[in-house]
């Protein structure tokens, strides 16, 4: 199947199925309902300013089978751009299947080659075994950090 998996960044077309995936990966790993017309809107915000973020979406067949959100955090540490991975989602009948391994693959790709980009970031519900696996066999690791958050929903 990883040859017929493939990535591209994502275009406002795709706003409709990254908004149904994003819901059911918030229901998925927090158990949360998100409100359909704010996740719309922000769907549509990162597609329409690549300030803010560019989806990448794995094809198979000419669906959408899956994606990946990257935004970015300046380190003034390191002089460079951590990217951050957000919005992962492959859907249920083609986990296992390099799905992500392919997102992964192009996003790690590009981000080392450009000198501006230090890093690749992400986080993960913390009972969320099955994907610390999978990050983990990606080459990622724990780090020393604890995220806090204010949310003002």
């Not at 990254?18 to 597609?47: C, D, M």
Request: one cysteine or more.
């Amino acid at each position: 199947m990883r040859n017929a998996i493939q990535i591209r960044a994502a275009k406002p077309a795709d706003a409709p199925v990254i908004s149904r995936f994003n819901a059911r990966l918030a229901t998925e790993t927090e158990a949360r309902r998100l409100r359909s017309g704010r996740l719309r809107a922000g769907v549509a915000a990162v597609l329409a300013d690549p300030a803010r973020g560019q989806y990448y979406v794995a094809v198979v067949s000419g669906q959408v089978v899956g994606q990946v959100l990257v935004t970015f955090e300046w380190s003034d540490w390191r002089n460079g751009n951590f990217w951050w991975l957000q919005s992962v989602y492959v859907e249920k009948g083609l986990r296992g299947r390099g799905v992500f391994r392919a997102l992964f693959r192009h996003v790690r790709r590009l981000a080392r080659g450009r000198k501006d980009v230090c890093g690749l970031r992400l986080y993960v519900a913390g009972a969320n075994r099955v994907a610390k696996r999978v990050y983990h066999q990606a080459g990622f690791r724990p780090t020393r950090y604890e995220v806090f958050e204010m949310d003002f929903d």
